[in-house]
Nanobody, 127 residues
Framework: VQLQASGGGWVQPGASLRLSCAGS????????MSWFRQAPGKEREFVSG?????????YYANSVKGRFTISRDNPKNTVYLQMNSLKPEDTAVYYC????????????????????WGQGTQVTVSS
């Protein structure tokens, strides 16, 4: 499985962006995909995740809850991260990550839980 992240860019505070993470190779009937981000000089952190196995479950970091929305397009094998009301502190390189397992919340936030990673897309929020 290969992941291709896209959609980053430079925007002003308050604007919106939609990130995409397209998976190529085999389509997973169960799994979890998440977005992480890494700001300059900081450790990579969990942003949002979606687990699909029967009922879809979505999770968000407190810092993005209410502003970001994660979704999955099954036929396209793509996960999106809609980011609204962007803030300067959202500036980071955003990475998507995938595993075939249906993760529980505590594992979903851990980088080591994932088997595949995208290359990252830069998001810059600045006036």
């Amino acid at each position: 499985v290969q992941l291709q992240a896209s959609g980053g860019g430079w925007v002003q505070p308050g604007a919106s962006l939609r990130l995409s993470c397209a998976g190529s190779g085999r389509t997973l009937s169960t799994g979890t995909m998440s977005w992480f981000r890494q700001a300059p000089g900081k450790e990579r952190e969990f942003v949002s995740g979606i687990r699909w196995s029967g009922a879809s479950m979505k999770y968000y970091a407190n810092s993005v809850k209410g502003r970001f929305t994660i979704s999955r397009d099954n036929p396209k094998n793509t996960v999106y991260l809609q980011m609204n009301s962007l803030k300067p502190e959202d500036t980071a390189v955003y990475y998507c990550a995938l595993t075939a397992r249906s993760l529980i919340l505590s594992s979903l936030k851990e980088e080591l839980s994932y088997d595949y990673w995208g290359q990252g897309t830069q998001v810059t929020v600045s006036s």
